[in-house]
């Protein structure tokens, strides 16, 4: 659970810190992924390709993927929306990278 929230939270800290980027997080991690730990888990674990599983969540085996990406956020209830945990999947670490910002 710290994993998948530190990843959460590091990701979003990273597009904000973009250059390009002029919105500000005035939000709690949890309250803009929109539920808890758990409910996260569980809804990442029900979007499980063959072959996911939580010790393979990592740099060369699966990503938390937006699916919408959060560079479509032209303002900040855009990044709202697109950091609810309903726009996040997994996906496979060489298809989220290649993916890049693509929707």
């Not at 919105?23 to 709690?28: A, G, L, S, V, Y």
């Not at 060369?60 to 309903?86: Q, R, T």
Request: glycine residues 4%; positive net charge.
């Amino acid at each position: 659970m710290f994993k998948l929230i530190h990843n959460m939270r590091t990701r979003i800290g990273q597009y904000l810190r973009k250059p390009n980027v002029k919105i500000i997080k005035n939000n709690k991690t949890q309250e803009l992924i929109g539920c808890t730990q758990q409910v996260l888990k569980d809804h990442l674990e029900k979007k499980f390709k063959p072959g996911m599983n939580w010790k393979n969540h990592s740099l060369k085996g699966w990503h938390v993927d937006h699916i919408k990406p959060l560079a479509l956020a032209k303002n900040y209830e855009d990044f709202k929306k697109l950091c609810h945990y309903s726009n996040l999947q997994p996906l496979w670490a060489e298809e989220n990278l290649s993916k890049g910002d693509k929707y």
